[in-house]
């Protein structure tokens, strides 16, 4: 016994002796990149550190780096990447902040590169593209297309940033008619793990074109998306609320809309409902792409009577615009998905609004559990493998992509509140299983840190990643030194 102790001692010496080394070396690196970068690189001595450091949207993920780094250019973002990588230092890199996996946007110790500076909106009207940079958040893309009377297929949430949903597939208003957010890049200007600028299209490195439709932070850092553009302004559409009582109804019209044999592209419908809330109740986020009021798709929904109706004609922006946005501390979601049955609708009702862990997470403080109801139509993967194809694996069927969102105070509640939805997400998925519509894909935007989301992408598509990740990051940078988000399995 006295022997182990001893042995203990010199143990625990040599770990903080490692950790001072690495919290030196930090500093370091953080300190060399000073000298040339100037102002682009903020230190825990600054006036701007803690709003920087605190800037993701969810205290789950606020971290304390040893610096924040703002590179304002592609040049920039390749000097700071190959320092960071010659000094062998930990990273993190952040578009808008708004991922709730742990060390995907922010990190303890190393640098965190924050790609804000990175944020032109460059609009070619002959080639109908924009060339978008990656520190973008999606209102300020809208925006400034707006001014053409055009857009793109991107996030429906305007304060996401740009590069962390478009490199995990991202879901639009326009996928059902042009497939996802990723299936609408044509370019991707990287920068690999050597601080080589690449282009990355269906021409110039189509394996890794290929590989950041879905492979996340696995292969570079992405500095600019080029889009396709859509004459698409004025729509209409908006949100409807309504009691937890009309729920019954709302998912019987819900199977009725997404059971249509051809469904009206043009047409996208979203559920959201609070459980735990029943002064919220339930949301319905109706859009329809063309300016035309009340199209024959939402039909199965007429007869419901919201409690209050807020659809009009307006701006695909404004519509954005006027979605609630939850202003919760710590956040987590998780994701599952199925195929479009009635029985199954019906049970997966009463989990997300009967479990006995939605009573669980109440208790705790502020606790408050939310679902997201996404129909993804068989058109939407069609028009991607049109578009070339993605690394997600998708199978061209009716489905639904549902969303926990779970929110409480806490630190101290953190894994509880997790605990409690992954057990709602897990009988979730056995349901559909044992009805033989479980659909095999977890969708990234969506999904916890511990769901096994790359893995689900299918053998063959995991094999081509782990392949292109050998090609242009033969040192596994983006595994070890960037270790945070959903890594190649």
């Known amino acids: 016994m006295a022997r182990s102790v001893l042995f203990q001692v010199p143990i625990g010496l040599l770990l903080l002796f490692c950790l001072a080394v690495a919290a030196t070396q930090d500093q370091a690196v953080c300190n060399h990149i000073k000298t040339t970068l100037g102002n682009h690189t903020v230190q825990p001595t600054q006036a701007t550190y803690e709003a920087l450091s605190t800037e993701n949207w969810s205290q789950t993920v606020w971290a304390k780096p040893a610096c924040i ?24 890199i952040r578009s808008g902040g708004h991922s709730v996996v ?61 590069g962390g949903l478009t490199l995990g597939g991202g ?89 249509v ?46 409690i209050a109706d807020l659809t009009k004609l307006q701006t695909l922006t404004e519509l954005m615009l006027g979605a609630p946005l939850p202003e919760l501390t710590r956040v987590n979601w998780f994701s599952a998905s199925f195929t479009t049955d009635r029985k199954l609708f019906g049970t ?55 969303v926990l969102d779970v929110g409480w105070w806490s630190p101290k509640d953190d894994k509880l509140a997790h605990d409690y939805t992954a057990s709602i997400i897990s009988k979730i998925d056995g349901a559909s299983k044992k009805s033989g519509h479980y659909v095999d894909y977890i969708f990234m935007n969506d999904a916890a840190a511990d769901q096994p989301v790359i893995e689900h992408y299918g053998q063959e598509n995991v094999a081509k990643l782990k392949a292109t990740a050998r090609k242009y990051d033969a040192r596994r940078v983006f595994q070890k030194l960037a270790s945070g988000g959903f890594k190649l399995p």
């Not at 040049?75 to 993190?92: M, Q």
């Not at 958040?137 to 305007?158: C, H, I, P």
């Not at 996208?268 to 798709?297: D, W």
């Open 102 to 162: 742990v060390g995907a946007a922010n990190i303890n110790g190393g640098v965190l590169i924050d790609m804000a500076k990175i944020n032109t909106v460059e609009y070619d009207a002959d080639k109908e593209v924009a060339v978008i940079g990656s520190g973008l958040r999606w209102k300020e893309v809208y925006t400034s297309l707006d001014a053409y009377n055009v857009t793109v297929a991107g996030g429906r949430v305007l304060d996401v940033g740009v």
């Open 171 to 259: 879901l639009s208003y326009l996928t059902d008619l042009y497939g996802l957010v990723c299936d609408n890049v044509v370019n991707y200007e990287v920068v690999t793990a050597s601080g080589a600028v690449v282009n990355a299209n269906a021409k110039s490195n189509p394996d890794l074109f290929w590989a950041l439709k879905g492979g996340a932070n696995n292969f570079g850092i992405v500095t600019k998306f080029t889009l396709k553009t859509y004459d698409i302004h004025d729509v209409w559409g908006g949100i409807r609320v309504y009691s937890l009582d009309a729920l019954p109804a709302l998912f019987d019209a819900m199977y009725q809309y997404q059971s």
């Open 261 to 306: 044999a051809n469904k009206d592209p043009y047409a996208n419908i979203m559920l959201q409902a609070f459980p735990t809330n029943g002064s919220i109740g339930a949301i319905l986020n109706i859009v329809y792409l063309k300016p035309e009021k009340e199209p024959e798709a939402f039909a199965p929904f007429r007869n419901i009577k919201p």
């Open 348 to 402: 997966v009702a009463d989990l997300v609004t009967k479990a006995p862990e939605i009573e669980k997470l109440q208790s705790l403080t502020a606790g408050s559990l939310a679902f997201g109801w996404q129909p993804i139509s068989s058109s939407a993967v069609h028009a991607g493998q049109a578009q070339g194809g993605n690394a997600l694996g998708l199978q061209a069927v009716n489905q639904t992509w549902i």
């Open 69 to 92: 780094i703002q590179p304002a250019s592609t040049e920039e973002v390749s000097h700071v990447l190959s320092t960071v990588v010659d000094w062998d230092v930990n990273f993190a």
